[in-house]
């Protein structure tokens, strides 16, 4: 990520997971991130099943606690794996032989100061998994049921 500091410039930019689908507007996730000033704001969904994703305690928008994949469950408030960067954020990143994670590392750093903000989503979204293939074609139908499309 840190390849990308001279690349994004002073502009707000999208880090998205590959291996999920979503399906909802992006325009007002990013008027929240400018207003509140995040340096990152995590796009959030609800889930019945926590485990195995980046859980999140939320008071207004502001995240106060970001734990990846906790072994008790915390919130029913899930990371999707979309977000939004301020060009600050990538100061925060240190430099390191060892592949950094932003939900073990950078996540959790910038809750404890106050900068890490969510943005909670109605819109579809589905987490692809190799481990459970029969599981996420099982979602993809729910979501495109759910979107009226065929």
Do not use: C
């Not at 992006?26 to 609800?46: D, F, P, R, W």
């Not at 469950?73 to 932003?102: R, W």
């Amino acid at each position: 990520m840190l390849l990308a500091k001279g690349l994004v410039g002073n502009e707000p930019f999208f880090v998205v997971n590959g291996d999920n689908l979503y399906d909802f507007g992006i325009a007002e996730i990013y008027k929240q991130h400018i207003s509140t000033k995040a340096l990152v704001t995590i796009v959030l969904t609800t889930a019945e099943k926590t485990r195995g994703y980046g859980v999140i305690r939320l008071e207004g928008s502001k995240i106060l606690d970001f734990v990846e994949k906790p072994a008790n469950e915390k919130s029913k408030l899930i990371s999707t794996g979309f977000y939004l960067f301020s060009a600050g954020a990538l100061d925060f990143i240190k430099q390191s032989n060892e592949p950094i994670m932003l939900e073990k590392s950078l996540f959790p750093m910038l809750a404890s100061m106050g900068k890490l903000y969510g943005y909670v989503v109605a819109g579809n979204w589905v987490a692809l998994s190799s481990d459970n293939i029969s599981e996420s074609i099982e979602n993809m139908e729910k979501v495109i049921k759910a979107s009226g499309k065929k």
